[in-house]
Every structure is written in C-alpha cells, then in structure tokens.
C-alpha cells in the first residue's frame, strides 16, 4: 500500500511559478515509476512529468518541455514538479500518480498506475 499526498499547488499570474510535492507514505521502496497527471474538469487527465528510480529516467508532455522540471528527493520520498513561465493553459487539478513498475512506452497512460493522490488545484491567471 503507497499513500501519496499533494501540496502546493495555488493561484499565480501567467509567467510565474510554483512547485509541487507528492509525499509518499507506505512501500515506497517498491515505487519505482512516479508521475504527475493534470485534468481539467470535462476533459481527459493528461499526463504531464514522470520519474523513475529517482531520476535515472525522466520524461515529459510536449506542452511542459522546457518549463517543467520532475525530480525526487529519496530521503523524504517526495517527489516535486517545479513550474516555471506558467501559462493560463496549465491551470488544472494536479495529481499524483504512483506504480512499482517501469513502462516507458506507456507511462502518459493513467490506467498503468495503481496508486494516485487526491489532487492539488493550479490556477494561472493572464
């Protein structure tokens, strides 16, 4: 069993920034694979960022290459989604996501991850 708690998420202006945390709590030397996931209401969640084991591989959407950085610090089992130029466009409820395998090929697929978050809300203003 893996707990995952988000936090930091807020409303900023267009060009700012924030940095998210997903907290982990529970077999978390079994995770393996963690990914942040967006969803706007009405419309499918997205996959945005993923690490896994702690940075040996990373990937990102399209939409947040460049801007968004992935990275987890071992010690606390918190992994951080820094945000940067923030655009109108990212504003979303942002999740979580945590499985204990590797799936490169799939890893923008939600239906691949087992243990999910109850969400942080990011709202970017013009």
């Known amino acids: 069993q893996v707990e995952l708690v988000e936090s930091g998420g807020g409303s900023v202006q267009a060009g700012g920034s924030l940095r998210l945390s997903c907290a982990a709590s529970?077999?978390?030397?079994?995770?393996?694979?963690v990914a942040w996931f967006r969803q706007v209401s009405g419309k499918e969640r997205e996959a945005v960022a993923l690490?896994?084991?702690?940075?040996?591989?990373?990937r990102y959407d399209d939409s947040v290459e460049g801007r968004f950085t992935i990275s987890q610090n071992h010690t606390i089992a918190t992994v951080y989604l820094q945000m940067n130029d923030l655009k109108p466009e990212d504003t979303a409820m942002y999740y979580c996501?945590?499985?204990?395998?590797?799936?490169?090929?799939?890893?923008?697929?939600?239906?691949?991850?087992?243990?999910w978050g109850q969400g942080t809300q990011v709202t970017v203003s013009t």
């Open positions: 996501a945590a499985d204990f395998g590797w799936f490169p090929n799939n890893w923008h697929k939600r239906s691949w991850y087992k243990w």
């Open positions: 529970g077999a978390t030397y079994s995770t393996k694979s």
């Open positions: 690490i896994y084991l702690g940075g040996i591989s990373t």
